[in-house]
């Protein structure tokens, strides 16, 4: 059975990959799929077979988050912040429902139509089984010796109109500088960040800085490791921020919040996994995350994840 990946790149046509999943290291040309901490990064070697879609479906459905569990988890981040542990943490949750994967061809379809500036992809392997998303954050984007990323983070309803908060512009400064940083210390050259500015994601709008910088001589796989997961998936200082989700999250975020897109030998196109979910035969198991700092309130974060799944939501739940 082959494994297969359907995507939609922001502006451009949709294409289908099949082939075999095997380790990444450092071949020049595929689609690229890794989890949250970049172990074992895979990437698809295609075949010549024009196979029919077979979905792989994973049998281990993991458990979905309770609202107690979530401010459980949220107060002992609290305590940790309050000690100078961490600055800041980024703590996910799992919302599951039942699901009908025969329309699953047809979301993704949808998906594309709505999220026209997301990278929209389906990706169903025998490792990780089937997932479908639209992110719209780009971890890295190059074209030669020129690349590009962005610093994305903080979350609001797109109709809100109210003005961003001081522990918003707090939550997606980090991102810049730690992006910044880690570039600076790379040795790449002709670093650039934009002016902080307000961006539409679907449902949802952000803050955002747009990077540019050369490099020649680093290894696209050097720099995926150096700059993820960034603070806007994990939290600051990095280390002690994964630490801590590992302990206190219940669940493997396996796809969620890792690498995925393409890679060749002149350019790549790859995106933090976000707004993505994992379809089992008779469920879909929704990823969301909300970053906590001190001057985070529980409740908001927990309504900022419900706004989060709603970008699949209102695709998955609309038949």
Not at 113 to 118: F, G
Not at 185 to 192: P, R, S, V, W
């Amino acid at each position: 059975m082959s494994d297969f990946v359907k995507y939609r790149l922001p502006g451009k046509s949709i294409v289908r990959v099949s082939g075999q999943f095997q380790p990444w290291n450092g071949q020049k040309e595929g689609f690229l799929v890794a989890d949250f901490l970049v172990r074992q990064p895979l990437i698809l070697v295609p075949n010549s077979l024009n196979e029919p879609i077979e979905f792989q479906f994973s049998t281990k459905i993991p458990q979905q988050t309770s609202y107690e569990e979530y401010m459980d988890q949220a107060h002992r981040i609290h305590q940790e912040i309050g000690a100078g542990f961490c600055e800041k943490v980024v703590l996910s949750r799992i919302k599951s429902l039942a699901y009908d994967p025969n329309f699953l061809l047809t979301d993704f379809e949808r998906l594309c139509e709505c999220y026209p500036s997301a990278f929209v992809y389906m990706v169903s392997s025998e490792k990780y089984g089937t997932w479908i998303g639209a992110t719209p954050e780009l971890l890295l984007q190059n074209k030669g010796t020129h690349y590009q990323t962005v610093a994305l983070a903080a979350t609001k309803k797109k109709e809100d109109a109210t003005d961003w908060t001081d522990k918003e512009y707090f939550e997606q400064g980090v991102v810049n500088e730690f992006i910044l940083e880690r570039l600076h210390a790379l040795g790449c050259e002709n670093i650039k960040s934009s002016n902080r500015h307000e961006v539409q994601a679907g449902p949802l709008k952000h803050l955002r800085n747009d990077i540019t910088f050369e490099s020649a001589a680093i290894p696209l796989e050097r720099l995926v490791q150096s700059l993820h997961p960034t603070p806007a998936v994990s939290g600051l200082p990095q280390e002690k921020a994964v630490a801590l989700i590992q302990h206190l999250e219940q669940h493997d975020r396996s796809l969620y919040a890792g690498v995925i897109g393409l890679v060749d030998e002149q350019s790549s196109s790859l995106f933090v996994n976000l707004r993505c979910a994992q379809v089992f035969e008779h469920a879909v198991c929704l990823y969301v995350g909300g970053g906590h700092t001190e001057a985070s309130d529980a409740n908001a974060e927990w309504e900022e994840t419900e706004n989060k799944a709603k970008t699949l939501l209102n695709i998955l739940q609309n038949h």
